[in-house]
């Protein structure tokens, strides 16, 4: 396959698929946990229905609790920069609001392209360095699986690839973007059907554990 | 070949040194020859045998030959194409039917094995090539005859080069590019549409004097083709800085910002637009505000619309056919597991209720 084939592919039915999948993923599994038996909970409400903790807590999760701090902080804010560079990259390029424009009608203005750059080779760096953390740290290394592995591998492709693209590394620069956007399908497919899936559950999970708490009266 | 030199033509034709001195500098200046090579090829030039092109038109619009005709820079155009070489070509030459046929017989017989066979167009093969026939030959026959005899084959513009419009999808004739048919002596890709006539003539010229010059993977001469649009684009630097012309009319259009999003495919095309410009230098199309259609790469004119950002899907398949699908199907596939899941659920409810009535066992 030559370069242009490779990037009619991906952008063609290999996008297709990869957006089906992801929808259909994300569908199986909010339709599967909404539509799940909940526990009925006897106890009084403490403090009204949980509603207002549960939001709370979406918030003050996303920060260690000061007991934690010294301990994990500098790997919370490693995990801020790939996080935040991820987002930078994906919303603020140009090409890529042309893809979110297509797919939902919605855009905003771009970035610099050296501005884009910058937050993608730094969340590449965090990324590596999250990558490092995680095998070298005996709790972290028992606690992952064959998903942590594959999930990093799937985040990190896009961002090589298409820093690669921007810097017209590699040759052939239509198989080099064509790999990018290839790579980018694969992680929409794989989206739901792994723990990147927490893009999206994360505010549901909070939110629900949030709740059950405040509902008991535990400071969230 | 005949054994007349290139100079002796020019000569012939009362053309001066100086003038043709004047034709090399232009022709080594769009080829991006160094110094050393420049003055080289001018040397060759004035030994070099006067080459036999033989031009060959099939399924085309002649907007090549016209792109050709039409150049502004009609020292280098005409030298090759009236004054030194053109031995054949069914629409520029004034003799039709059997006269014609006869005089490309008596070109390519004179110069069996050694001419440059120009193509122009691509080569139908459905319907045993019934959809285009030369003098009740088809297109296929008489292309594999006359390359026959060629010393290199040059297919010109981007139907004879990938195919091109006939070869767009459903591609009714069975369209292929002269490549697929000429297998066995060198076939040079000057692929656009139509491309440029500088590309044209500096690419035979250059053949004339050094032979067959550097290609890239898809046969296309590195001289011309080496770079992208985008490589070389002047509104690279807005594409940098995210400035993008959102509609042809805007004010990012009035300022010459990056035409990206509105379809441009500069950044996957390689062509010499930027740097040798059309119309004797004048612009290019972006320069006249309007996105690049990639149009000297293959298939083209399947790239999912010359309007659509290089970004974003080419629509394979109906959007609205794929998201309700996969919604139906997941939120199926959710009940249905729900379901299950609830079921097991009340079991194990059930288990755990009636395990709560049973007597318990005074001795346990
Ligand atoms: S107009 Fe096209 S070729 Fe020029 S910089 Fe923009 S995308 Fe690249």
Redesign the pocket.
Known sequence: MNGASVLDFARGPVFEIALAMLIFGIAWRLVGIFALRRPVDYSEPRAGTGWGSGLRMIVSRSWPRREFRERVLHWDIVSYIFHVGYAVAILGYVPHIMLIRNLTGLQWPGLPGGVIAFAAGLSAGALLALLGHRLTSPVLRRLSNFDDYFSWLLAFTPLVTGLMAYYGIGGNYQMVLGLHILAGDILFAWLPFGKIMHVILLAFSRGTTGAAYGRRGAPI | MTDETIRDVLTRRGLSRRAFLQVCASVTAALALSPAEAADMTKRLETAERPTVIYLSYQECTGCLESLTRSFSPGIASLIFNDISLAYNDTLQAAAGQAAETAKDTAMKNAWGKYVLVVDGSVPLAQNGAYCAVAGRSAVSDLKRAAGGAAAVVAVGTCAAFGGLPYAAPNPTGAVPVSEIVRDRPVINISGCPPIAEVITGVILYYTTFGVPALDHLHRPMNFYGN???DR????P??DRGM?AKTFDDEGARQGW???ELG????ITHNACPTTKWNGGTSYP?ESGH??LGCSEPGFWDKGGFYKALSTPTGHWSRTGVVSGAVAAGVAAGLSTAAVARARQGRAQKKAASADSEPKNPTS
Request: glycine residues 4%.
């Open positions: 992208t649009i985008h684009c002047y509104r690279r807005f594409y993008f990056c035409l990206f441009c495919k500069g950044p972006i996105p690049c």
